[in-house]
């Protein structure tokens, strides 16, 4: 999933300082999982935001509402009465949610209160780690589904670099080394081989080096079209 954290409040107080009247709109999805940007933050941003406005002397008034998806049209569609009413939204969603709405309703301020930054999992309670950079391209076969691009610092093909330490990242001692990782795991499997194949260097068109991608699928379309 996506995972997203809030901005500083102090970045969110000043992008909606020009407004009176503003929606909070939270996604009830990812960010929602994540605990950054579903209907209990909202709540909680609504709040800090009314406080600080109301110590300006100059108070805000919030609408605060949460959608299933802010990716999707058919989520946000039907809350057009409620961004009518408001001088902006501000949206909890990550970027492609933002820009949905932003997309969607091209007359209104659409201004983001996260900052979106990758695509992981919850390894434990509260902590969230980065599992894949949508490189277009899997290679998780040849390394025993460990990931070299996400989680390795310098995204190497063929490692580990001469930095590896006792297993550790030269780049963050806080973190395994993905490639010491890599190893381990096809040591456990019997695979060490695979290892001897160096790998080409990546073709990163697929990844967006050709620009922003796109993926359509014939099958949904013609059944939507009822062909
Ligand atoms: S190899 Fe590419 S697609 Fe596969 S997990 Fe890593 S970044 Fe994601
Ligand atoms: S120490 Fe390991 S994870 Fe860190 S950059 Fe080198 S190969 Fe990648």
């Known amino acids: 999933m996506i995972i997203a954290e809030r901005k500083p409040f102090e970045e969110i107080k000043a992008m909606v300082a020009p407004y009176n009247r503003i929606l909070i709109l939270g996604c009830g999805t990812c960010v929602t999982v994540d605990f950054s940007g579903g209907e209990k933050q909202v709540g ?4 800090e935001l009314r406080m600080a406005r109301k110590l300006e002397g100059r108070p805000i008034e919030t609408v605060e509402f949460t959608v299933q998806r802010q990716c999707e049209w058919e989520f946000i569609d039907p809350i057009a009465e409620i961004v009518k009413g408001v001088d902006a939204v501000l949206s909890m969603a990550c970027g492609v949610g933002v820009q949905a709405m932003a997309e969607r309703y091209p ?19 509260g902590v969230f780690v980065e599992r894949c950079a949508g490189c277009g391209n899997c290679i998780l076969a040849l390394t025993g589904g460990i990931c070299p691009i996400a989680r390795c610092s310098k995204s190497l093909l063929n490692g580990p670099c001469g930095g590896s330490q006792n297993g550790k990242c030269e780049v963050n001692p806080d973190i395994d080394c993905a490639w010491q990782l890599i190893y381990d795991k096809l040591k456990a499997q019997g695979r060490l081989d695979a290892l001897l194949e160096i790998m080409e ?13 796109k993926i359509v699928r014939e099958e949904v379309r013609l059944e939507t079209l009822d062909v």
């Open 107 to 125: 007359d209104k301020v659409i201004l983001p209160a996260l900052n979106t930054k990758f695509m992981g999992m919850p390894i434990e309670a």
């Open 44 to 47: 909680i941003l609504a709040s």
């Open 201 to 213: 260097p990546k073709d990163w068109r697929p990844a967006g080096g050709a620009g922003p991608r």
